[in-house]
């Protein structure tokens, strides 16, 4: 039964593993003919096929609602101004430990001139702690409606923001009612969780450790064996005997109770102060060195190094499965926005010949994708080549496979001089072994530096003669001027800008030439590869880029069925 509002209704139509047209009455992007509607159901499927891209550039999940109104929530939600607005609460409702009772904002950390601290009234920092809470109950509300009840239910994290969000303002009702004079805060100890929840990296962060603790926590206890047994042979070894002078009182500290004994061990374990544990022993009885030997061979350079490797291995595959994940993403969302396009009827309500996406179609939809400038330009000048052609499913992918891509800029080229000796005095001063020779003055300059505050370390401030010192600073000052000079001399100014070789410059130098650097309008990124002017190309994932696999057609089309908002047939 057909939906009453084309808003509603799921986004294409296939049946799954089947051919042929949408069903009767299902109203999709391929039903656009003409009519009252036609232009609001083809707005709609623009809108969608912006929303999947925004996506996969973004590597989101696409298992949102694909209505008109909930995607301008979406994009809402996703804009800067939300976003950053969302960073600055979360930043703001951990700032508030600085503040709140006790308060640490004091102007020193010295406690003998340290005056009192500000106590803020009651209701102050409370009302600024609503306040974020209620932007946090907006968060967790406008997720709860786009990803919809179901995957409510199966998200942990956003399970436990609920939980979160309702201790908090209970505990913010109780600390009211007792007018701020209660003895445990117990929503300043969730804070942490608003960050967490919010920040992919972290998430990604721990989920890794809770994938790697069953494998540490076999190395782990065999560190906990490893020092046990050592703890107890040392009490045997060390804890014996009689005090008879002070060397033995020192080497009995570390060994006198089982506590000091683990502890010993574990900073040795370390290799934190670890002659403080051995010189005692070795000194009276050089035979005890086999014992700190084998234990540190067996716990520091086999079972700490094992450890290592273990935390390296599983970082680095939890580290692979992640990326495998946001390229999965990113297909899937590329490969949506091509099921919409291509579903979309021709001129008149005529279905096109063969299955593809309109170059015409499809440049409406960069037009509003929020997509960097450079990318968006090259992009939609490969697509206008196409000409009339439909764009067919791989090719669609290779276009937005340059998303993956970041360009390197070209420099400029070198200003071209007709004398021949300005033409010598260019490939002088514009090669790097005049780099070199400006770094050794550098060193010269803070050699000279270091040798008169040594000379002049026992000499009062009122004594010490800096004139020398003074007239051989103005020399090197006088030296990086001219090089730099003769540097724009022989590069030009943006080539200049563009090699910033020389690191001793002075920082006046550097931040102006950052400065230049960014306002100079022939710092930009060239096209992407593919286009004859692209050049210079590197991968953003280029070193896994070899090892992630492409996903499959079938995999992309069964994630899609099953897709809790839209249904495909074709």
Known sequence: MAEPKAESEPLLGR???????????????????????AAARWDLCIDQAVVFIEDAIQYRSINHRVDASSMWLYRRYYSNVCQRTLSFTIFLILFLAFIETPSSLTSTADVRYRAAPWEPPCGLTESVEVLCLLVFAADLSVKGYLFGWAHFQKNLWLLGYLVVLVVSLVDWTVSLSLVCHEPLRVRRLLRPFFLLQNSSMMKKTLKCIHWSLPEMASVGLLLAIHLCLFTMFGMLLFAGGKQDDGQDRERLTYFQNLPESLTSLLVLLTTANNPDVMIPAYSKNRAYAIFFIVFTVIGSLFLM????????????????KSLQTSLFRRRLGTRAAFEVLSSMAGEGGAFPQAVGVKPQNLLQVLQKVQLDSSHKQAMMEKVRSYGGVPLSADEFQKLFNELDRSVVKEHPPRPEYQSPFLQSAQFVFGHYYFDYLGNLIALANLVSICVFLVLDADVLPV??????????????????LLEMLLKVFALGLRGYLSYPSNVFDGLLTIVLLNFLHKWDPQ??????????????????ELPFRDILEEPREDELMERLNQHPHLQLCR
Do not use: K, W
């Open 15 to 37: 049946a799954r593993g089947g051919g042929g047209d949408c069903p009767a009455g299902l109203t999709t992007c391929r039903s656009i003919q003409v009519g009252p509607g």
């Open 305 to 320: 190094n094992l450890l290592t490797a273990i935390i390296y291995s599983q970082f680095r595959g939890y580290l692979m």
């Open 463 to 480: 004594e010490r003669d800096d004139f020398v010192l003074g007239i051989l600073n103005c020399v090197f000052i006088v030296y990086y």
């Open 523 to 540: 710092s930009h990124l060239q096209p992407l590869a593919g286009t004859a002017e692209a050049t210079y190309q590197m991968t953003v």
